[in-house]
């Protein structure tokens, strides 16, 4: 079992569409992370929730909504989507969010493409 | 300006050469990490390879080694006896000390590495 999985892998939706991105880690971590990664970008930082609380958000439009019900699921709820928000989007965990040496752990993202 | 700088879009590589990824960085702290990670085609990050500004001495993770110049601001990554499955791209990252950071990994934007057989 990974340590960090997301579902789904893959999804196509239109404009007026309503979805959502769920990750899940299995490493007790106690912080999570959504990341966006567009081609040739470095990866943006969206959202950072430490203990189920959202401690950073980073100016994420609001079509795109957080959620984290237990330390150990993150959703990332979609809507009204625009296609220049087509990328990976990628779930991280680490055990803390505020400690300087702790590496993220990442899930193997979903290809959001926004038709 | 941007806080990292990875110069190389793209790499190849014959394999069993080693290879070094460049890495700059800019910041005014004096605590520091820097990390690397490798992201193969299927997606996820993996992380490889984790340098403190006040380590004395260059990480090491087995065929993984960072090349640290403080003064220069360099965190190079070097791959001894490179692999097939080494290709994949290659990330820098930076988290900064100061509070106000919130600890925020600040990304480069990648080098992609291919290796020849």
């Known amino acids: 079992e990974t340590g960090v999985t997301q579902t789904p892998r893959h999804l196509v939706m239109g404009m007026t569409n309503k979805k959502s991105l769920k990750c899940e880690q299995h490493?007790?971590?106690?912080?999570m992370y959504w990341y966006k990664q567009s081609a040739k970008k470095p990866l943006e930082l969206m959202f950072v929730?430490?203990?189920?609380?959202?401690?950073e958000n980073n100016s994420v439009p609001s079509r795109f909504s957080p959620e984290c019900p237990n330390s150990s699921h993150l959703f990332l709820h979609l809507h009204t989507l625009q296609p220049e928000d087509s990328a990976l989007y990628l779930c991280?965990?680490?055990?803390?969010?505020?400690?300087?040496?702790?590496?993220?752990?990442f899930g193997q993202g979903t290809r959001l493409t926004v038709v | 300006a941007q806080k990292i700088t990875q110069t190389q879009p793209g790499m190849f590589v014959q394999e069993k050469e080693a290879v070094t990824l460049d890495c700059t960085y800019d910041?005014?702290?004096?605590?520091?990490?820097l990390f690397w990670y490798k992201q193969p085609s299927s997606g996820e990050m993996i992380f490889l390879i984790y340098?403190?500004?006040?380590d004395e001495q260059n990480a090491t993770e087995g065929r993984y080694s960072l090349n640290f110049q403080k003064a220069r601001k360099s965190a190079n990554l070097v791959i001894s006896a490179s692999q097939l499955g080494d290709s994949a791209m290659y990330f820098c990252?930076?988290?900064?000390?100061?509070?106000?950071?919130?600890?925020?990994?600040?990304w480069g934007a990648g080098t992609k590495l291919i290796i020849k057989p």
């Open positions: 991280a965990s680490s055990q803390e969010s505020f400690q300087m040496n702790t590496e993220a752990f």
């Open positions: 340098q403190g500004s006040y």
């Open positions: 990252a930076m988290r900064e000390g100061q509070m106000d950071s919130n600890y925020q990994l600040i």
């Open positions: 929730y430490s203990l189920e609380e959202r401690v």
């Open positions: 910041t005014s702290d004096q605590s520091y990490g």
């Open positions: 490493l007790g971590h106690n912080a």
